[in-house]
């Protein structure tokens, strides 16, 4: 019965507030740097070119836009999380920017930091649409089940890949030669020195495999041991940091967002320290 006393916990500040305002800020943040990169993609007719545009759902297909919607539907994404951090009407600007993600991403789902890599956001921001707690203060006490709900969400995504990695290959991802053919098959299409370092070493291989098995299996256990969450998500940097080095692999762009769940008791001793 562990699992339903982490939902009934109660934190002495509104860290789901705080987690809300940190996120959306550097979501908002993240979308404006590369907002310029995504119009130049989107110019390019992505959609023509992969077919028809995604369904919401597997039910509704997304409409195409022009540019004008598109731009509108990107700078109303940012202003509406920026809503949000300044707790201005958080409620109705999460509801539109949910909107607006569904919009503005769906034109340019192609693109390879886009692709899978942005999915966490919508689950997020739904969450958070129902949390009693958005729109209080920050010294308010609050609920924390949106925390934990949000982390099981994020732990299921590393969870789901260690299921498929031991469906497509068994233990046999532990010999380190499926990592060897991932990292000389970017090598070729990225010419990445890195990868093939690497992979030209198999004992290094190995190693690696069963290290990335073992996190994405037990990362849950941050749920029940807080103790251990550094180390795993200091573990989840540094893997993510070594695919975007030798396989152009970047989910911190959009998936990094997500990791300041962790963070929200430090961001209270942060503000508590200068002062706000």
Same mark, same amino acid.
């Given at each position: 019965?562990?699992?339903?006393e982490?939902?009934?916990t109660?934190?002495?500040?509104n860290?789901?507030g705080?987690f809300?305002?940190l ?17 130049r993609?989107?110019?390019t007719?992505? #959609? @023509?070119?992969?077919g028809?545009?995604?369904?919401l759902?597997?039910?509704?297909l997304l409409?195409?836009?022009n ?15 920026l809503?949000?951090v300044l707790n ?5 600007a999460?509801?539109?920017a949910?909107i ?6 769906s034109?340019? &789902?192609?693109l ?8 966490l956001i919508?689950i997020?921001?739904?969450?958070l ?10 010294h ?5 089940w949106? #925390?934990?709900? *949000? @982390? ?5 995504v590393?969870?789901s890949?260690?299921?498929q @990695?031991?469906?497509h290959?068994?233990?046999?991802w532990?010999n380190g030669q499926?990592l ?7 090598? *070729?299409?990225?010419d990445?020195?890195?990868?093939l370092? %690497? ?5 290094f291989?190995?190693i690696?495999?069963?290290?990335v098995? %073992?996190?994405?299996?037990?990362f849950g256990?941050v749920l029940?041991?807080?103790q251990l969450?550094? &180390? ?16 152009? %692999?970047n989910?911190?762009k959009?998936?990094?967002?997500v ?13 508590t320290? %200068?002062?706000?």
């Amino acid at each position: 019965m562990i699992l339903p006393e982490l939902f009934n916990t109660n934190a002495p500040d509104n860290s789901t507030g705080m987690f809300a305002r940190l996120f959306c800020a550097l979501l908002a943040v993240l979308v404006s740097f590369n907002f310029v990169k995504q119009y130049r993609y989107f110019l390019t007719q992505p #959609l @023509k070119l992969y077919g028809k545009g995604p369904r919401l759902l597997g039910l509704l297909l997304l409409p195409a836009l022009n540019r004008y919607q598109f731009l509108t539907c990107g700078a109303g994404f940012i202003l509406c999380l920026l809503l949000v951090v300044l707790n201005m009407y958080p409620y109705i600007a999460i509801a539109i920017a949910l909107i607006c993600y569904f919009l503005y991403f769906s034109q340019i &789902i192609s693109l390879a930091f886009i692709q899978r890599k942005a999915n966490l956001i919508p689950i997020v921001l739904l969450i958070l649409l129902f949390s009693p707690s958005l729109d209080k203060p920050l010294h308010f006490p609050s609920s924390t089940w949106e #925390l934990v709900l *949000i @982390k099981i969400v994020l732990i299921q995504v590393y969870f789901s890949a260690a299921i498929q @990695k031991i469906r497509h290959s068994g233990l046999g991802w532990l010999n380190g030669q499926y990592l060897q053919a991932y990292l000389i098959e970017n090598y *070729i299409w990225t010419d990445r020195n890195a990868a093939l370092a %690497i992979a030209s070493n198999t004992i290094f291989c190995a190693i690696l495999s069963t290290l990335v098995l %073992i996190f994405e299996l037990t990362f849950g256990l941050v749920l029940f041991l807080p103790q251990l969450t550094f &180390i795993y998500v200091g573990f989840a940097l540094l893997f993510h940091l070594g695919t975007l080095i030798t396989m152009r %692999i970047n989910y911190l762009k959009y998936l990094g967002p997500v990791y300041l769940v962790f963070f929200t008791d430090l961001a209270f001793r942060l503000k508590t320290v %200068i002062g706000l």
